[in-house]
T-cell receptor, first 116, second 109 residues
Framework: DTEVTQTPKHLVMGMTNKKSLKCEQH?????MYWYKQKAKKPPELMFV???????INESVPSRFSPECPNSSLLNLHLHALQPEDSALYLC???????????????FGSGTQLSVL | RKEVEQDPGPFNVPEGATVAFNCTYS??????FFWYRQDCRKEPKLLMS???SGNEDGRFTAQLNRASQYISLLIRDSKLSDSATYLC??????????FGTGTRLLVSP
């Protein structure tokens, strides 16, 4: 059972749609992440938020827009996506404590996104 | 060269066998290391952290060799339920955790 909750579990959208993915954790973690995973590939880092500020953006196209409203919530806003953006989108969190190098990631169950 | 490399497998082993996976990383400044397990269509779940002194958790043993920049995972007495993809994860600095391609394990009766 995961303590990181993602909604929706499945999403089908057209290329002109705007949708949002949501992630929530109540473990008191201060770092939150978005990963993208294509079939039979490893997760690829997209964004990292640390203390509600964007700390890492792995050169992700602007059609993906992250938002961290507070320390427990993380959103990913989607607009004008392409079919190749179809993938499993995973949210994760970690303690995010300054100076701690042994950060463990806790993942949500993901949103399976299909772009038509 | 990829930051984190693994043999994708699959490794096909019978129940009760011992199997070992290796993972190499390119960034010598990498700070921490983990093994995650991922079942089909599920999220990755932490299996164990990997420490310089080596560590064991039941049937699972992880080792780190900083000089050669590789980590290993040994599974003893394989169970059917061990069938999954095993992902090597390396913290290359400041919350940037990079995943290897994963090694697929199939344990058969």
């Amino acid at each position: 059972d995961t303590e990181v909750t993602q909604t929706p579990k499945h999403l089908v959208m057209g290329m002109t749609n705007k949708k949002s993915l949501k992630c929530e954790q109540h473990m008191g973690h201060r770092a939150m992440y978005w990963y993208k995973q294509k079939a039979k590939k490893p997760p690829e880092l997209m964004f990292v938020y640390s203390y509600e500020k964007l700390s890492i953006n792995e050169s992700v196209p602007s059609r993906f827009s992250p938002e961290c409203p507070n320390s427990s919530l993380l959103n990913l806003h989607l607009h004008a996506l392409q079919p190749e953006d179809s993938a499993l989108y995973l949210c994760a969190s970690s303690q995010g404590l300054s100076g701690v190098t042994n950060e463990k990631l806790f993942f949500g169950s993901g949103t399976q996104l299909s772009v038509l | 060269r990829k930051e984190v490399e693994q043999d994708p497998g699959p490794f096909n082993v019978p129940e009760g066998a011992t199997v070992a996976f290796n993972c190499t990383y390119s960034n010598s400044a990498s700070q921490s290391f983990f093994w995650y397990r991922q079942d089909c269509r599920k999220e990755p779940k932490l299996l164990m952290s990997v420490y310089s002194s080596g560590n064991e958790d039941g049937r699972f043993t992880a080792q780190l060799n900083r000089a050669s920049q590789y980590i290993s995972l040994l599974i003893r007495d394989s169970k059917l339920s061990d069938s999954a993809t095993y992902l090597c994860v390396v913290n290359t600095g400041f919350q940037k955790l990079v995943f290897g391609t994963g090694t697929r394990l199939l344990v058969s009766p």
